[in-house]
């Protein structure tokens, strides 16, 4: 048997001797999942406000929050509503909608109990409104030509939605919008993994190695081939001097 076999058989790497360089790279492949995760998540986030700022510019969306308890059981105090504004020829009785009064600073919405073509504005319209959980209707109508349709409302969204908007909240949405891009272009460091060589690496370089030295068993067959030559001189393998010649 050669000595290629023999260290074949016998070499056995100790199944820990590389856990210390392992670890780094798993906890380097840990942080790059985590900085990916969150690099996703701010794309979907910067997606989904571009998506809501298209959404209010070009189709009328917007948030109405509810302070007061005027439209209970059906929406109440501290909702959050999406509302779509339309012209006021698309407005029906029945709907609930937000409408701002002219001198008024805050919009109101109710529930529309009628609707009359405005004299004076061939596109306005008289809505006549009352609230839910009011027992008359308000006092005075409203002469608007558009107004704003509730689509949907959620309950306690008024919350989330001050605090969303709070001046603590943004500027910590925008340090750690700042540091997120800061973390995924820093100059990353190599690592073990590109300065150590793999254990297969080792594995073969050592092989190779051992297949460009001679072993003893070939050496003694050579010496042997020489002595019962009958006279010629013979070539010995690489790595020993010298050449015989029988006598």
Request: net charge positive.
């Amino acid at each position: 048997m050669s000595r290629v076999a023999e260290i074949r058989g016998t070499h056995r790497e100790h199944p820990h001797a590389h856990g210390g360089s392992r670890r780094p790279r798993r906890l380097a492949t840990v942080v790059t999942r985590i900085r990916d995760a969150a690099l996703a998540l701010a794309g979907l986030a910067g997606l989904a406000a571009i998506a809501w700022g298209i959404a209010t510019l070009f189709f009328g969306f917007s948030l109405v929050t509810f302070a007061t308890g005027s439209m209970a059981p059906t929406i109440p105090t501290g909702s959050l509503a999406l509302v779509r504004e339309v012209p006021a020829s698309e407005l029906e009785v029945g709907q609930v909608v937000t409408l701002q009064r002219g001198g008024e600073r805050l919009p109101i919405t109710h529930r529309i109990i009628g609707i009359e073509p405005d004299p004076n504005v061939p596109t306005g319209r008289i809505v006549s409104m009352q609230g839910d959980a009011n027992t008359i209707p308000d006092l005075f109508p409203y002469h608007v030509k558009t107004g704003k349709v509730i689509l949907g409302s959620v309950a306690g969204g008024q919350a989330v939605s001050d605090a969303i908007g709070s001046p603590i909240t943004l500027v910590a949405v925008t340090l750690g919008a700042g540091a997120l891009v800061l973390w995924a272009f820093w100059p990353r460091t190599q690592t073990s993994r590109t300065t150590e060589p793999q254990r297969g690496e080792r594995r073969h370089a050592r092989s190779t190695r051992i297949r460009q030295t001679p072993s003893r068993d070939s050496a003694r067959h050579g010496l042997r081939r020489t002595a019962h030559g009958g006279g010629h001189r013979a070539r010995l393998s690489p790595g020993i001097r010298g050449s015989h010649s029988a006598g």
